[in-house]
């Protein structure tokens, strides 16, 4: 009896929590359809003019397109920094490894704000390309998420296999990846999903170095302090459209459970 208690309220809760996370959401996607110029629930009506309109006010497709790129960049940089601070951490022993690997997570305890404050007051001082900036600040905000999959990942990795290869006659470099590389697939998924996500979406530390030209997020805040229509809301539903499809991609192909 007390334990049918338990799960009935266990899926009660359950329920409701999920509810406030996805509803939020549902109600965006409805407001991106109304008729009218006021953003509100339930629409005044169907319309996809505003679709049409995050074309036609012609203030987002340069923030997109550095969003873009700043992701893309900042993924390769992730990978390559991660992967290889990884076989560094797992595959040997040196002094200071669990010093090295608390400064990587670092970013992941200290608020955002401070971070972008932070670089903010030193690149004030040296002169260079906002873009390479921005770039330096999303590598360190995502490095850490990288990092946390990568190392699950090699820990289920044995060196046997690449050893064996090795011993067969493979380079180093071959035998890890011709053997131990395809064992990390799902992580360097993962890895490379959050990396992405993470860069193409931050706004809080972001809005304190962005210049002339900023990000999408950065240039949605804009828009919503001087308009109200619903063209954000359009947005936000295109962004949620592509992420669901992104993670219906990676289930089909290498299976969440071995993402997660």
Known sequence: ????????????????????????????????????????????GWSLRWYSNIVEVGIFTRPFQVSLALAILCVFLTLSIAMSATIALTRFNFPGRSAIEGIIMSPLIVPQVITGLALLLVYSSIRGLPFIYLLVLHVILTLPYAMRVLLASMSRVGDELEEAAVSLGASRLKAFFLVTLPQIRAGIFAATFFSFVISFDNFTATAFLVNREPTL??????????????????IATLMLIATTALVLLIDTSIGLQRVT
């Open 1 to 44: 009896m007390k334990r049918d208690s338990f799960l009935i309220i266990s899926v009660v809760v359950a329920i409701v929590v999920l509810s406030f996370i996805t509803l939020p959401l549902i109600i965006v996607c409805f407001t991106s359809f109304n008729a009218t110029t006021q953003t509100v629930f339930p629409p005044n």
């Open 217 to 234: 997020p950065v240039a949605i805040y804009g828009y919503i302090l001087s308009t109200s229509d619903p063209t954000v809301a359009a």
